[in-house]
């Protein structure tokens, strides 16, 4: 079958523009506007002839049918195109139509990659993995034995009444009719042309029958419908899963695809079902359709055994990316509850009183402004996420901003994960995310050496654990002989971080020297850059004035997960915060760095996004942006001034210069000093949870 790009190497093929289902043709022009391109898979025919012709004529010849079967077997794309027909409520049944989340389950699936689904309720949710089942089941399957575990009774005979629907819409020489080929009943079908099974299962309340769902069988794959509201699923699929095992690699050995697939909408993270699904889900690698690019099967797997802790690739989409407009939201939702509405319809995880430290409005805020990566890159097998157009990663310009790399260092042991979050010092926006659980610190280490080289005024700034402590080794090894690349300048320390002018010049200082390299690193544990002032002043500042430009879902996702637990911030149990850290950290530097010119910052590279004002005249923006500039200055002067003396002649400049800001931009006006200083006023020394918890709620930055 046609996956990957070079497949098409290996495989006689024709693209079928001519196919009467205009939504394969969609797609595929929708994956070519997004830049994905690899974007006609789906179109795929690996016999011209068959073009055009209608698989359910009453008027085809035998040789016509074995092609059509032929094809069934070898083309899932062309099965799903042209066979597999949905049934409309009063109506003859609809051709199947592709979107962006069944075209992402189908073909993960074919490439063997368990995939965890989040999506809105009413758009296809079940159908697109019934349809997989119909495939696998009366098509290619042979002595299959496939479990459904549903969260009810009633949702387990929904499930086995779409999927004899299915199967009994198929042409007639595709599956055969009748008791002595077909055993039903309720709670599963079997298949005895091809010995195949499905067998279903729901959620258990008591505590020991969940933990024993599954034992003693054999599943090719599972389907776990709404996991997020499974009870016990904790139990329940620690127990199942392990029915696949054997069962899967048999059937992968012999050529035929299959994979696992988790179903759900949102849940509650206060129900404990809920937040076990929703642990799968951020241990999972979010998919993106750039994917679809990947060389081959083997590459994938390659990403998705460093991109993911359980092996799932998640997927989501929204009502918006699925093709549903404003006006059909309003009517689904019309009369039903706002938690009902985010948990069926926005894909919003809920958390309940006492959950997420976050406010509601700002939480709304973050997730209506995350956003897909624009584009995406491979470095040492290494994902990373950009969110900036690639025709501006080109250029010069963006090349030589002097962007924070923030990284968050786990031991790459399963439980953390490593992570990057570079940030634009301008906004603090997100340029760029990466997160793995790469247990080879020299892979990490040469996916940052290199971003240091691309990006050559950057700054890194690693967490200073014991395993940041060797990937700081292993970067400064990197550029040995490289006397361009001065390290007190492009990783953070405290030499420079704390230099003053009767210090010697931190160049001068030997590298090698242990009392020197220790300087190196961003060390949470200490009194003045611990967790602590991440979650209180940085996370706070911004929370209430950047949550438009974190843009990263998994970011968002970790500041929605986070909690008070033992009088402080941190994520909720089975959850993380390793790629939020990542960013906090970078945001630190641009907030509370010091010295910033002796890493090769001016002050104009600081949020000078945020005061460019409203001016129309590009001089008089430059003009209002310089004064802005000095007048910051003036503050930090003033800040360490004590003579009576000079605090009058540089308060008498301030008050001048601040007398010619135009008013009408500087009502919007946040400087870079505005934010340190409301963020140090609001950051004591020592903050309980609870304390932070207020501050993030109730600070106010209309002043």
């Excluded at 769902?213 to 997020?228: K, L, N, P, V």
């Excluded at 990006?455 to 550029?479: Q, T, W």
């Amino acid at each position: 079958m046609i996956l990957f790009e070079e497949d098409y190497k290996t495989h006689r093929y024709i693209f079928d523009h001519m196919t009467k289902n205009v939504s394969f043709i969609k797609m595929s022009v929708m994956l070519k506007r997004m830049g994905v391109k690899n974007n006609k898979f789906m179109l795929v025919l690996t016999q011209p002839e068959l073009q055009g012709l209608d698989p359910y004529s009453k008027d085809l010849t035998n040789d016509q049918i074995l092609k059509i079967t032929y094809e069934c077997k070898t083309n899932p794309w062309y099965f799903f195109r042209e066979i597999l027909r949905i049934p409309a409520g009063g109506g003859d049944a609809v051709p199947y139509q592709l979107n962006r989340a069944n075209l992402a389950l189908i073909w993960l699936f074919m490439t063997n990659t368990d995939t965890f689904l989040t999506m809105p309720r009413q758009i296809g949710k079940t159908i697109g993995t019934i349809g997989l089942i119909t495939y696998m089941m009366f098509v290619i399957g042979r002595k299959l034995s496939i479990g459904l575990f549903a969260k009810g009774a009633k949702l387990r005979q929904e499930n086995v009444t779409r999927l004899k629907e299915l199967r009994n819409g198929l042409p007639n020489y595709l599956f055969k009719k009748g008791s002595n080929y077909n055993t039903d009943n309720q709670e599963g079908l079997r298949y005895k042309v091809f010995d195949n099974e499905y067998k279903t299962f729901v959620a258990q309340s008591d505590k020991r029958t969940a933990a024993a769902q599954g034992r003693g069988e054999s599943f090719a794959f599972e389907h776990w419908d709404e996991m997020g509201y499974y009870t016990n699923n904790d139990l329940s699929y620690e127990s199942a899963i392990a029915a696949t095992d054997t069962a899967s690699e048999q059937v992968r050995s012999n050529g035929i695809p299959c994979a696992n697939i988790i179903t759900t909408t949102a849940g509650r993270l206060s129900d404990p079902a809920g937040k076990y699904a929703y642990g799968m889900k951020n241990d999972a690698m979010r998919f993106t359709e750039t994917f679809y690019d990947v060389g081959n099967a083997k590459e994938l797997k390659g990403i998705l055994d460093v991109g993911s802790q359980n092996g799932y690739m998640y997927v989501e989409f929204s009502y918006k990316q699925l093709g549903k407009s404003a006006e059909w939201f309003k009517k689904v939702t019309r009369g039903k509850s706002p938690e009902v509405i985010a948990l069926d319809y926005e894909n919003k995880w809920i958390h309940g009183a006492g959950g997420s430290i976050v406010a509601k409005e700002i939480m709304d805020m973050l997730k209506d402004h995350s956003i897909e990566p624009i584009t995406t890159s491979f470095v040492e097998s290494m994902f990373l996420k950009w969110y900036v157009e690639p025709s501006v990663m080109k250029t010069a310009r963006f090349k030589e901003r002097p962007f924070i790399i923030g990284s968050d260092v786990s031991d790459n042991i399963g439980a953390d994960w490593t992570t990057l979050v570079m940030v634009d010092p301008i906004d603090m926006s997100v340029v760029m995310t990466c997160r793995c659980n790469q247990s080879n610190v020299a892979y990490i280490a040469k996916c940052i050496t290199n971003l240091l080289k691309e990006y050559g005024n950057s700054i890194f700034i690693p967490e200073r654990n014991r395993s940041g402590g060797m990937l700081i080794d292993f970067v400064l090894h990197s550029f040995e002989g490289d006397y361009t690349f001065d390290p007190f300048q492009r990783i953070f320390n405290t030499i420079t971080q704390d230099w003053t002018g009767d210090k010697p010049i931190p160049s001068t200082l030997d590298i090698a020297d242990p009392s020197v390299r220790k300087t190196f690193g961003f060390k949470t544990t200490s009194s003045k850059a611990s967790r602590e002032l991440l979650y209180s002043a940085v996370l706070s500042t911004v929370t209430q004035t950047k949550a438009d430009r974190i843009f990263d879902k998994s970011i968002v996702d970790e500041i929605c997960g986070l909690t008070v637990k033992g009088g402080r911030i941190d994520h909720s149990a089975g959850m993380n915060d390793d790629t939020l850290i990542a960013y906090l950290i970078a945001c630190y530097f641009v907030m509370f760095g010091k010295n910033h010119d002796l890493y090769g910052i001016s002050s104009e590279d600081i949020l000078s996004s945020d005061d460019v004002g409203g001016s129309e005249d590009p001089l008089e923006r430059e003009r209002q942006k310089r004064m802005r500039n000095r007048i910051d200055q003036l503050d930090r002067i003033l800040d360490g001034t004590v003579s009576p003396m000079l605090r009058m002649t540089f308060d008498r400049e301030r008050r001048e210069l601040k007398s010619m800001i135009s008013e009408s931009t500087d009502a919007n006006v946040i400087s870079i000093h505005q934010v340190k200083k409301e963020a140090r006023k609001e950051a004591p020394t020592t903050m309980s949870g609870f304390e932070a918890l207020n501050v993030i709620r109730s600070m106010d930055w209309s002043a």
